[in-house]
């Protein structure tokens, strides 16, 4: 007779995780592709407003990296998934709507005003060469927000209403899949843009090299070099009881120890390090370095 936990044992699976390929983003990649996404997707939705004349807007939702077969498997079984090619690389970008609202949105462009969904179904071909305009001036909003991310020229190839039967990359690559929410006129739609992460990685590494620690203390110093200090020109400083500073009115003369062709004193955060003359540079004063102290500090 088996116990309840040798029957868990049995049940439980085990799966194996390749640490060559992570299947999540670093924090700073993540920021660095967030902003580069907000970007697209405020260019995106000035775009649609533009062509169908009617108020539109699109909002990151999401950014994630996952499995191409794990995105697939996301989408609706009917939608409209846009495959473009990128040069040098063998997977496909996919940029995915509803073809219900491309459709609603092509009827704006040709005059309708309607904000009902269309039903689903395939692309006219006139339909399709709109479908294919939008998305070629999406494809170079993208380039211009992802930067030098995604330096590799952009084509749409062809367009899958299936997303179980578009095969744009092999079940397992990993894809950074970035999520949105569009809204033109009164009509929300969900859309994604999934990028292989093969394309983009490379880039985010220049943009965040990783450091060696053995050069943890040049750069400490080198940055420590780099910051800015307030500098002080200055009598010599005499003591004062509180009594005296209480007592201060107009016309009283506090006596200084600085005798009267002495050089300035020149502090940081009150630490003399050199003495100076007063001098003039155009029309500001300066100051002259006379001597330098040394200090072990």
């Known amino acids: 007779m088996q116990t309840v936990s040798e029957q868990d044992h049995r049940q439980r699976t085990v799966e194996v995780y390749d640490f060559r390929r992570p299947t999540t983003l670093p924090r700073q990649h993540s920021r660095v592709l967030e902003v580069a996404f907000e970007t697209f997707a405020r260019q995106w939705g000035t775009q649609l407003t533009a062509k169908v004349r009617v108020k539109s807007s699109a909002t990151l939702d999401q950014l994630s990296m ?41 009827s704006r462009m040709l005059g309708g005003a309607t904000d009902t969904l269309v ?25 211009y927000s992802l930067g030098s991310l995604l330096a590799a020229p952009l084509t749409m190839d062809v367009v ?6 578009a095969q744009a990359a092999a079940p397992g690559e990993l894809m950074i899949v970035a999520s949105f929410s569009v809204k033109v006129g009164e009509i929300h739609s969900a859309a994604t843009l999934a990028i292989p992460a093969d394309v983009l990685l490379p880039g985010l590494g220049a943009v965040n090299p990783t450091i060696h620690a053995a050069d943890a203390g040049a750069l400490v110093r080198a940055q420590v070099a780099q910051v800015p ?48 003359a007063p001098a003039r540079n155009g029309s500001r004063a300066a100051a002259v370095i006379a001597t330098i102290e040394e200090n072990q500090r």
């Open 66 to 106: 996952q499995s191409y077969d794990a995105y697939a498997a996301s989408l609706p079984a009917v939608t409209s998934m846009v495959l473009c090619r990128i040069d040098g690389s063998e997977s496909r970008l996919v940029l995915q709507f509803p073809a219900s609202a491309a459709l609603s949105w092509i």
């Open 119 to 143: 039903p689903e179904r395939k692309f006219t071909q006139i339909e399709h060469a709109l479908v294919r305009r939008m998305v070629e001036d999406g494809l170079e909003d993208l380039r």
């Open 229 to 276: 200090v307030d500098v002080a020109v200055q009598l010599a400083s005499t003591p004062v009881t509180p009594a005296q500073i209480l007592g201060l009115a107009v016309g009283d003369i506090l006596p200084l120890p600085h005798r009267e062709n002495s050089p300035f004193d020149v502090t940081i955060n009150g630490t003399r390090l050199a003495t100076a």
């Open 160 to 165: 899958q209403y299936n997303s179980q039967f």
